[in-house]
């Protein structure tokens, strides 16, 4: 009897595992194919998706399809109950940021990146992609009918919900703790030779980002123009200190959009529900939410085309962003969450939930930084770790979602 038990129970457990290892990875090949589709597409042999082609898709996605996406899946999937129980979510993303903004302090002082490339480090392991990529691996996972988390429509919907629902605690992080991070050493430029390292006085012409405070201020001052002047100067002067055009992006707008409509049980039944009269307009955010993963995959294995391109990170640099972002980062996140769950923080029994929050703590690092570091005069280094970074993560996300699953399940 035991000859014939045992190997039923290897082959189950070993059909478990192929099981497991098949889930995590199918999402991950499915990316990864629609990136080499965007590369191909994007090489010198075809060349129909060249820069200026690719910038205009990251723009339509940016400013329509994703905000389309989060407008219609969140507001679907939300209500005011929802909104208090998800509130570790948007915790989690600050967590995030700070262990990760830590252990990117820890490897950047123990590697010494050249100069001025210090916090250039701290943010490109700190800093993580908390949308886009995650949306398409959750909806790469609930297509697949055997996915362990049951039915594909409210697999994706509430996958979706909840990463939409951190998305604009991210972008507030983004365009400021890293827009301030990556800002130009006291030299004005990230473009130094060794042979002039470090200089410490400061330079004759400040930097464009500490002029308007001067101008700002002696406009403030002025007693001779009116009240209603002076209070639209320090209105102006407030919304240029925060950056909140900055912040205040389509993705987030819709973010907010969605949560308020989702919350007012009257507005969520004129809008959301299927026989609401305004449905209409719900079922074409989600048809066009849809063309979204396709279009940002496109862009992404096309902006990938350039390869690793001239760095002055060097190897040691490299790896060590490399490493630090794609496995002690998504330890640390793992450590978090857990100890989240054993404090009763997580909603009971929604797996979902959970493995939305490891998401967050494993993606590469942010596309959206790189946007930032280009604005910032780093764009080049930016490309070339973004490049290294998504080629090792096709791995590394592969063998932490299984490590995620086994877990959950």
């Not at 998401?359 to 290294?388: D, N, Y």
Request: hydrophobic letters at 50%.
């Amino acid at each position: 009897m035991e000859m014939h038990v045992s190997p039923l129970l290897v082959g189950n457990q070993a059909e478990g595992i192929f099981g497991t290892i098949k889930i995590a990875v199918l999402p991950i090949a499915k990316v990864f194919t629609m990136c080499f589709l965007g590369f191909l597409m994007a090489s010198k042999y075809v060349n129909i998706l060249p820069a200026n082609g690719r910038k205009l898709l990251n723009g339509l996605v940016f400013t329509l399809l994703l905000p389309c996406l989060i407008f219609s899946q969140l507001g679907q999937a939300i209500t005011l109950e929802k909104m208090i129980e998800w509130w570790f979510i948007p915790f989690n993303v600050v967590l995030a940021t700070i262990s990760g903004s830590l252990i990117g302090l820890l490897v950047a002082t123990i590697v010494r990146p050249p100069y001025p490339f210090f916090k250039f480090t701290i943010i490109h392991i700190g800093i993580g992609n908390i949308g886009n990529v995650p949306l398409v691996l959750i909806a790469a996972l609930c297509r697949d009918k055997s996915n362990p988390f049951g039915d594909s429509d409210k697999c994706s919907r509430d996958g979706t919900a909840y990463i939409s629902f951190g998305q604009w605690v991210g972008a507030i992080v983004l365009y400021t703790y890293v827009f301030h991070m990556l800002a130009p050493p006291a030299e004005g430029t990230f473009d130094i030779d060794d042979a002039n390292l470090p200089i410490k006085n400061l330079p004759n012409n400040a930097a464009p980002e500490q002029v308007p405070l001067l101008t700002q201020d002696i406009t403030l001052k002025d007693s001779t123009a009116p009240r209603k002047l002076k209070i639209k100067d320090l209105l102006i002067f407030i919304y240029n200190k925060l950056k909140l055009k900055q912040i205040i992006q389509p993705p987030i707008i819709a973010s907010i959009m969605a949560m308020v409509i989702g919350c007012v049980p009257f507005l969520k039944q004129l809008i959301f529900t299927s026989d609401a009269p305004l449905f209409f307009f719900t079922d074409s955010c989600i048809i066009l939410g849809e063309a979204m993963i396709p279009c940002i995959l496109l862009a992404l294995g096309g902006n990938l085309v350039d390869g690793p391109g001239s760095s002055k990170l060097g190897f040691r640099t490299t790896a060590a962003i490399i490493f630090g972002r794609l496995l002690l980062v998504p330890a640390a996140g793992l450590s978090i969450v857990m100890l989240a769950d054993k404090l009763g923080f997580l909603p009971q029994g929604d797996q979902m939930f959970r493995f939305v929050l490891l998401l967050q703590h494993t993606m590469p690092t942010s596309v959206l930084s790189g946007a930032v570091a280009s604005l910032r005069g780093c764009g080049k280094e930016s490309a070339a770790i973004l490049f290294w970074v998504h080629i090792f993560a096709i791995f590394s996300m592969a063998g932490w979602i299984v490590l995620y699953i086994h877990l959950l399940f």
